[in-house]
């Protein structure tokens, strides 16, 4: 939620900014602007309500004076609409200082009045501006930037990311962080803040992690954390672990549907150096070692969305082959619900961007309560890695689209390994199955590859269906997991109902909402498994056909039972029924796509959302 950039050094940083908020924007569209404070040390800003592109046009049509100092915003609304009033960055100090925020200032209201008795004005409804008018006395009292913005985060109660600059400190930037994400750039006599690297990688690629409570002061040569007492801190610098061509289109119509065709190097890239002769290697795992897995009596999977439904895929697969308990929670239920968790249980947060806040908050909390944690995450030097006692990166590359796709498989796959690896050490498989079961994983990516070759005709089915208003999606074990995600994929970019339901529950309700012409698509397993749900799903799709539904099968190629009772069949390749939602869930995916695309919507930045849900 709101993407944040912050540049000095002797480059335009108008031309900074705006590429960064071009690589941001996934993270909130709802405004976009910036703040500069120009060769004639006046500080100037642009700010306007809707997409970049906007802005774009408005700095175009007009432009500002340049300069070598300046912060940029793109802003997903929560208090106040999304209007120009209210976009970012904020000022203080009668004009002279500006500010940029992400996150929630819960006190904003108490604040507000006070500063009110005392004659302040406002001009728009958003906590931020409270902030920026409070950082602009801060400065006029001390005259230090990073003092007042020491003194103004003292105050503050909530989660923020927060930028600021004066027009009387050319060439400084301050940020401070509180459970929401910044993350610096380091570069040869310039430097960066962004919310992710993203904002920066395409001039640097080596990153500086900011600590939870930290406040940063950029200058061209020069780079100072402290804590929020002014303490000095220890930072820790890596390198960016890829370039910004994998954040770009690559002459992709969207980032989703590049996202998508990447699913199988997604897979691959997961395993890659974790699988060696039949055995899983994980030594990211670290102080979760052997002794620690063995003595664990439960587990317990977090996360949000899709990362949750990769989650449910997880429990099946852990507790069939590692034989422990295992069960999955949203990560804002379980966070606020007094689970019973201790130092045997492991609980395993999943998330692609790190930093959605629901997830971070169960993390701190399971924490803290003495549980063991591990992260399942696809971004480097992200929050809820560092709260975590090990982390599992998913190597996805970076995602962009705000609707999750890559990230899914990718998910699924670190935790069918972590769940192989459990087998291993907790002796529940024997090397054999151990080895065929990593075979059947090595075999995915071009199983996957060739599902996207299969699925080419999916543009077609959606299309003709562009009107419908209602889809069902029905699967059973572990593809129910895949009817929630094509649920779920469908609501938040073609914004029609749709439901995924578990087939066995059907009967119990929701087989009512069956009337003739209802599109419904049934995740079917395999037939050749002996233990297989197959003759049941095949009877399920009987009873809702028998009902005038349309029924459209994703099912296993050469499944010939299937072929009489379905209105379409979407063949995936033959695998273990286990991995099968692997396979399953891609032309679901393409499906939202495309019926999304067919109704001329933005498949990238969907109404109302963002990617990375940085607020509670
Ligand atoms: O970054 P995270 O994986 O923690 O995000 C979790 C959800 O917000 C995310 O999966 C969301 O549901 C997607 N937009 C779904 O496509």
């Known amino acids: 939620m709101c993407g944040i950039v912050g540049y000095v050094g ?3 940083s108008i031309d900074v900014l705006l590429r960064g908020l071009s690589r941001l924007e996934y993270r909130g569209y709802d405004s976009a602007g910036v703040a500069v404070i120009g060769t004639d040390a006046h500080l100037r800003t642009r700010k306007h309500a809707g997409k970049l592109k906007v802005l774009l046009d408005e700095l175009k049509a007009s432009p500002i004076q340049d300069g070598q100092t300046g912060i940029g915003h793109t802003r997903w609304a929560t208090h106040g609409g999304p209007t120009d009033g209210n976009a970012h960055p904020h000022l203080g100090d009668a004009g002279k200082l500006a500010l940029i925020h992400n996150g929630i200032i819960e006190n904003f209201a108490s604040l507000k009045e006070e500063l009110l008795l005392d004659g302040e004005t406002f001009t728009s409804e958003t906590d931020s501006e409270v902030v920026a008018i409070m950082a602009g006395r801060a400065y006029r009292e001390t005259g230090d930037l990073t003092r007042a913005m020491r003194e103004v985060v003292a105050r503050l109660e909530g989660a923020f990311t927060l930028l600021i600059v004066h027009e009387d400190r050319p060439g400084e930037v301050v940020g401070a962080r509180r459970n929401s994400p910044l993350v610096i750039g380091l570069g040869d006599g310039e430097n960066f803040l962004g919310s992710d690297v993203a904002a920066f990688v395409e001039f640097t690629r080596r990153a500086v992690e900011i600590g939870q409570d930290q406040i940063v002061t950029i200058r061209p040569d020069s780079v100072e954390v402290t804590d929020f007492d002014g303490n000095p801190v220890e930072t820790r610098e890596y390198e960016i672990a890829w370039d910004a061509s994998a954040s770009e289109k690559g002459g992709w119509s969207s980032f989703m549907r590049k996202e998508i065709s990447e699913e ?11 699988v060696h002769e039949g055995e899983v290697l994980l030594p990211e795992l670290g102080v979760l070692d052997d002794a620690v897995l063995a003595s664990l009596d439960r587990i317990v999977i977090i996360g949000c969305g899709t990362a949750a439904y990769a989650g449910m895929l997880g429990t099946y697969a852990i507790e069939s082959w590692a034989r422990i308990p295992v ?5 804002h239920e379980f966070r606020y619900r007094n689970p019973v968790i201790n130092e045997r249980t492991l609980v395993v947060s999943i998330s692609q961007s790190g930093e959605t806040m629901d997830t971070l908050m169960a993390v701190k909390y399971a924490r803290g309560e003495g549980a063991r944690t591990l992260s399942i995450c696809n971004t480097q030097g992200s929050s809820i890695p560092r709260e975590s006692e090990a982390v599992l990166y998913t190597h996805a590359g970076p995602e962009v689209a705000v609707a999750s796709t890559k990230a899914f498989v990718a998910q699924v796959t670190a935790l069918y390994l972590l769940g192989l690896h459990l087998a291993s050490v907790r002796g529940t498989l024997s090397a054999d199955e151990i080895t065929a079961s990593i075979n059947e994983l090595l075999a995915i990516p071009g199983k996957l590859a060739d599902v996207l ?3 080419a005709d999916i543009g077609q089915l959606a299309g003709w269906m562009a009107d419908t208003r209602s889809v069902l999606f029905l699967g059973r074990n572990v593809g129910f997991p895949v009817a929630l995600e094509g649920a779920l994929k469908l609501k938040e970019l073609a914004y029609i109902h749709a439901e995924g339901f578990a ?10 909402l069956i009337e003739p012409g209802q599109i419904v698509f049934v995740i079917v397993p395999s037939p050749r498994d002996p233990n297989s749900l197959h003759p049941k799903v095949v009877s399920n799709i009987q009873e809702i056909r028998a009902r005038g539904a349309r029924v459209i099968a994703i099912a296993e190629k ?4 299937v072929l009489p009772f379905a209105d379409e069949v979407i063949p995936i390749p033959l695998a273990a029924p286990m991995f099968e939602p692997l396979l399953a869930v891609v032309p679901l995916h393409i499906f939202a796509l495309e019926l999304a695309t067919a109704k001329g919507l933005d498949v990238d930045q969907p109404r109302n959302l963002a990617k990375s849900v940085t607020v509670e």
Do not use: M
Not at 265 to 273: F, K, P
Not at 327 to 331: D, K
Not at 504 to 512: D, R, Y
Not at 558 to 561: H, I, L, T
């Open 503 to 512: 087939a066995g529950e059907l009967k119990h309700g929701p087989i009512a």
């Open 453 to 455: 070759i299969a699925s």
């Open 10 to 12: 002797p480059n335009s």
């Open 558 to 561: 050469g499944d010939a039972a």
């Open 327 to 331: 069960e999955v929670e949203l990560s």
């Open 264 to 274: 199988p190097d997604a897979v691959a890239n997961t395993l890659r150096g974790r």
